[in-house]
């Protein structure tokens, strides 16, 4: 069944914004689990393919005989015009057609990659390249749908629970890469057995989503808003970039993207010029995403239970901040492991926290527009951002002012940088004072300005409200919605 507004429970909402007339009851799905689930090992399998090579930048480059910082841009510069494609293609092939295209270019990004690993040097890095782009065209069919999913098939007390286990399979892959990456990869040769295991995950997440997902909608909606009829793309869109909340939101969550994207991505060029080891860069990445993922967890729970999505929002973004200033200073000074360790746990786990959340308030402030054009904004936002910086510094603005700005390593840390290796002589490590400088300016601006102005509006939950309150005003047995783990859920959750 395809998600468009011919969907035989889906109704648009009267000229006041806020009457809906319901469907005769609400109901939530236990394949709704399966939905999720099959999301979230997509997510997990494609962010590896996107991050593996980062923790072991050396040996890559050495492998490729090209920078390997260019896995990470590349990947990052595709996904911007297929996520224009996945938006756009929303209403017209459904949560399951996104989810079968993204599927396919995965696995098919990741057997590209492994044949790489047996060609000729003059063809091992462009075909490698081309299995990168594939799965980056995958990247956007994929995360721009975890608030989608959470409004079409969970109930309003689920939603938040809902997008965090979506969004946090993400981190979880580039978890398992920076653990895995470092234990595999000790020379250049190892990065043939790299992409093989990185095959694994894409090849079983490709089955378990031709075998799990039967259709992109429940027959019978979770709630109020599920059963609204979204607005077209164009009308969508307009809605997005004509709220000042969403604006906001995009902003802050777009800059905050850009910041993990970055860190995440050339972690390795950071650390290795104060001389820490590829199995300590491997770790702190590591590190963050362990601890933002149970942050982000307890983060979903919070806002579920308490819809306290404002304030978890702000306390979480001034945070991450703080942190990720502090992790950019010590990236500058060596023998700081145990304080880079504390820096990174906390930059993860505010950092995530606020990711979902954040979602969500974005989802509220646009309904009717399609879950998918929120959060796709967001993503793309983080990856232009990320983009208006090359593999030799980061920033989130201003390409050139921090292109120019990285400069040589001074000549006092050539002894201990561990950026060139015996097989990778070419590397020129960079002192990174003057971009860090520029990134903190603009992280203390982000969070300023956020602070400053943003408003939240919860178009989504007072339309919620009031519909349900006219629904039991007129008939009490069918004014509840749907709350897991009750009898009422006993009698309609289908088996």
């Given at each position: 069944?395809?998600?468009?507004?011919?969907?035989?429970?889906?109704?648009?909402?009267?000229?006041?914004?806020?009457?809906?007339?319901?469907?005769?009851?609400?109901?939530?799905?236990?394949?709704?689990?399966?939905?999720?689930?099959?999301?979230?090992?997509?997510?997990?399998?494609?962010?590896?393919?996107?991050?593996?090579?980062?923790?072991?930048?050396?040996?890559?480059?050495?492998?490729?005989?090209?920078?390997?910082?260019?896995?990470?841009?590349?990947?990052?510069?595709?996904?911007?015009?297929?996520?224009?494609?996945?938006?756009?293609?929303?209403?017209?092939?459904?949560?399951?057609?996104?989810?079968?295209?993204?599927?396919?270019?995965?696995?098919?990004?990741?057997?590209?990659?492994?044949?790489?690993?047996?060609?000729?040097?003059?063809?091992?890095?462009?075909?490698?390249?081309?299995?990168?782009?594939?799965?980056?065209?995958?990247?956007?069919?994929?995360?721009?749908?975890?608030?989608?999913?959470?409004?079409t098939w969970f109930s309003p007390n689920e939603r938040a629970i809902a997008t965090t286990i979506a969004t946090m399979s993400n981190p979880l892959?580039?978890?398992?890469?920076?653990?895995?990456?470092?234990?595999?990869?000790?020379?250049?040769?190892?990065?043939?057995?790299?992409?093989?295991?990185?095959?694994?995950?894409?090849?079983?997440?490709?089955?378990?989503?031709?075998?799990?997902?039967?259709?992109?909608?429940?027959?019978?909606?979770?709630?109020?808003?599920?059963?609204?009829?979204?607005?077209?793309?164009?009308?969508?869109?307009?809605?997005?970039?004509?709220?000042?909340?969403?604006?906001?939101?995009?902003?802050?969550?777009?800059?905050?993207?850009?910041?993990?994207?970055?860190?995440?991505?050339?972690?390795?060029?950071?650390?290795?010029?104060?001389?820490?080891?590829?199995?300590?860069?491997?770790?702190?990445?590591?590190?963050?995403?362990?601890?933002?993922?149970?942050?982000?967890?307890?983060?979903?729970?919070?806002?579920?239970?308490?819809?306290?999505?404002?304030?978890?929002?702000?306390?979480?973004?001034?945070?991450?901040?703080?942190?990720?200033?502090?992790f950019l200073q010590l990236t500058l000074h060596p023998h700081m492991e145990w304080l880079l360790a504390i820096a990174a746990a906390m930059f993860?786990?505010?950092?995530?926290?606020?990711?979902?959340?954040?979602?969500?308030?974005?989802?509220?402030?646009?309904?009717?527009?399609?879950?998918?054009?929120?959060?796709?904004?967001?993503?793309?936002?983080?990856?232009?951002?990320?983009?208006?910086?090359?593999?030799?510094?980061?920033?989130?603005?201003?390409?050139?002012?921090?292109?120019?700005?990285?400069?040589?390593?001074?000549?006092?840390?050539?002894?201990?940088?561990?950026?060139?290796?015996?097989?990778?002589?070419?590397?020129?490590?960079?002192?990174?004072?003057?971009?860090?400088?520029?990134?903190?300016?603009?992280?203390?601006?982000?969070?300023?300005?956020?602070?400053?102005?943003?408003?939240?509006?919860?178009?989504?939950?007072?339309?919620?409200?009031?519909?349900?309150?006219?629904?039991?005003?007129?008939?009490?047995?069918?004014?509840?919605?749907?709350?897991?783990?009750?009898?009422?859920?006993?009698?309609?959750?289908?088996?």
């Amino acid at each position: 069944m395809h998600e468009t507004a011919d969907s035989p429970w889906q109704q648009p909402l009267s000229s006041n914004n806020e009457q809906l007339q319901p469907p005769l009851a609400f109901r939530v799905y236990r394949r709704r689990w399966i939905v999720v689930a099959v999301v979230a090992m997509l997510a997990s399998s494609n962010s590896m393919l996107w991050i593996a090579f980062a923790a072991v930048d050396n040996h890559v480059t050495a492998f490729y005989h090209s920078k390997a910082a260019w896995f990470a841009v590349v990947y990052l510069i595709f996904t911007v015009p297929s996520g224009i494609v996945a938006m756009s293609l929303d209403r017209r092939v459904g949560l399951r057609g996104s989810l079968m295209i993204a599927a396919w270019t995965n696995v098919t990004g990741a057997v590209l990659r492994f044949i790489s690993s047996f060609l000729s040097d003059s063809l091992r890095f462009p075909c490698g390249l081309a299995g990168q782009v594939l799965a980056a065209w995958a990247y956007p069919f994929i995360m721009f749908l975890p608030t989608k999913i959470a409004n079409t098939w969970f109930s309003p007390n689920e939603r938040a629970i809902a997008t965090t286990i979506a969004t946090m399979s993400n981190p979880l892959g580039v978890f398992s890469a920076n653990i895995i990456s470092p234990l595999i990869v000790r020379k250049a040769v190892h990065v043939r057995i790299l992409n093989g295991v990185l095959v694994v995950s894409p090849l079983i997440a490709c089955a378990a989503a031709l075998v799990g997902l039967t259709e992109s909608q429940p027959q019978v909606p979770p709630s109020f808003s599920a059963a609204q009829a979204e607005i077209g793309f164009r009308a969508g869109l307009k809605r997005c970039l004509t709220s000042r909340s969403y604006l906001l939101l995009l902003i802050t969550m777009g800059g905050g993207n850009a910041m993990f994207t970055s860190v995440y991505s050339i972690i390795h060029i950071l650390l290795c010029p104060s001389g820490y080891s590829n199995g300590f860069i491997g770790f702190c990445g590591a590190l963050m995403i362990g601890c933002g993922i149970v942050g982000a967890m307890v983060s979903g729970v919070l806002a579920s239970r308490t819809k306290c999505y404002e304030q978890i929002m702000k306390i979480s973004v001034a945070f991450t901040v703080l942190s990720f200033l502090l992790f950019l200073q010590l990236t500058l000074h060596p023998h700081m492991e145990w304080l880079l360790a504390i820096a990174a746990a906390m930059f993860g786990i505010f950092g995530l926290a606020a990711y979902p959340v954040g979602l969500e308030l974005a989802a509220e402030c646009t309904f009717p527009a399609s879950q998918t054009i929120s959060m796709g904004l967001v993503v793309i936002s983080g990856q232009v951002k990320f983009v208006k910086i090359d593999f030799y510094a980061f920033a989130v603005a201003l390409l050139q002012v921090v292109r120019m700005t990285a400069r040589r390593l001074q000549y006092d840390y050539m002894h201990i940088q561990s950026c060139t290796t015996d097989e990778a002589k070419t590397i020129v490590p960079l002192d990174n004072t003057f971009p860090v400088m520029i990134v903190s300016a603009v992280g203390t601006a982000i969070v300023i300005i956020f602070f400053a102005l943003y408003r939240p509006n919860y178009k989504r939950s007072i339309l919620e409200r009031r519909n349900q309150k006219r629904l039991a005003d007129a008939n009490p047995a069918q004014g509840q919605m749907p709350k897991q783990e009750t009898p009422l859920d006993e009698v309609n959750v289908e088996p």
